[in-house]
């Protein structure tokens, strides 16, 4: 691998450990705050964070952003954050624990080993379903974490899935087109438009209780906006822009792993033999789509 692809997999999973750690934060979070309001306060910071990082480059461009340009973030914003976040973060009340909806969501390399060969043109190989097999066999063990399948697990299982397909959409659509305008850029105003979108439905959400959980718990969301968020995006795009879409979407497999320590540590949710087998799975899936061993399964 080139250096700018090693450092494109060191982003990739800088950006996923952070993320890995937002169904923990909004478990702290629970239902002191609608999930509509949460996605607006999250992308609104995000949005102004990443944009004021990319003053000096806007500033470098030699091309003004165009109409085209603002519709391409547009499309990313709907998709990506004014869809698919909502959904998430409903899947993450629903479901019973932090580690449980990290492992559902974790599903979307799948659906990015699919979408990518339409959208950016990138193969399919024997080498590349190997290891979302893996993937996938691993997820299967994290779900029997507790042992059973329950109808409200049901439920968050979908809920979880449809925001999985969204934010894949997102992923090729953002490595098809970063390249044109920075990781910052393109994540900068993804996010303010797409929390924009949600303002109003959020203004409908704001109610005297939400105002006064979200005084209690500004610690939290200030994190969840700022560290789960703003900086993950800035890492996880920064990689795209270095690798692959497919790559990208197989890093998320490390997210369930990541997540459950993280819920184990500090939400005392338990670590069994499913999830270490679950581990294993992915872990192997990662090292088979990373390495790239020469001529091997292409």
């Known amino acids: 691998m080139s250096r700018d692809e090693i450092i494109g997999i060191i982003s990739l999973i800088a950006g996923v450990g952070l993320f890995s750690t937002v169904e923990v934060t909004s478990k702290f979070i629970g239902n002191s705050v609608d999930p509509v309001v949460l996605t607006f306060i999250r992308f609104f910071v995000t949005g102004i964070v990443l944009l004021c990082i990319s003053i000096p480059l806007l500033s470098l461009r030699i091309r003004s952003l165009t109409l085209t340009d603002i519709g391409i973030f547009l499309l990313n914003a709907f998709i990506g954050i004014a869809l698919s976040i909502p959904l998430f973060h409903l899947a993450i009340l629903v479901l019973e624990k932090a580690a449980s909806a990290a492992v559902v969501f974790s599903v979307n390399p799948v659906f990015v080993i699919v979408l990518a060969r339409y959208i950016n043109g990138e193969s399919w190989t ?29 439920g968050g299982l979908a809920i979880m899935i449809l925001s999985a397909i969204l934010f894949a959409t997102s992923i090729c659509i953002s490595r098809r087109v970063v390249a044109r305008y920075g990781a910052t850029i393109l994540m900068g105003f993804s996010a303010l438009f797409g929390s924009l979108m949600l303002f109003p439905f959020a203004c409908m959400k704001i109610s005297p209780e939400n105002l006064a959980a979200m005084e209690n718990l500004w610690l939290p969301i200030l994190y969840l906006s700022i560290m789960g968020t703003a900086m993950a995006y800035a890492f996880y795009y920064f990689g795209i822009l270095n690798t692959s879409a497919q790559k990208a979407g197989m890093a998320f497999f490390l997210k369930p792993v990541l997540a459950s320590i993280l819920a184990t540590l500090l939400l005392g949710e338990s670590f ?27």
């Open 126 to 154: 024997l080498r590349k379903w190997l290891a979302v097999f893996l993937g996938v066999a691993g997820v299967i063990f994290f779900s029997f974490e507790s042992g059973s399948l329950t109808y409200r697990s049901v």
């Open 272 to 298: 069994n033999m499913y999830m270490t087998i679950g581990t294993l799975l992915i872990l192997a899936g990662l090292v088979l789509v990373l390495a790239q061993p020469k001529r091997i399964l292409q």
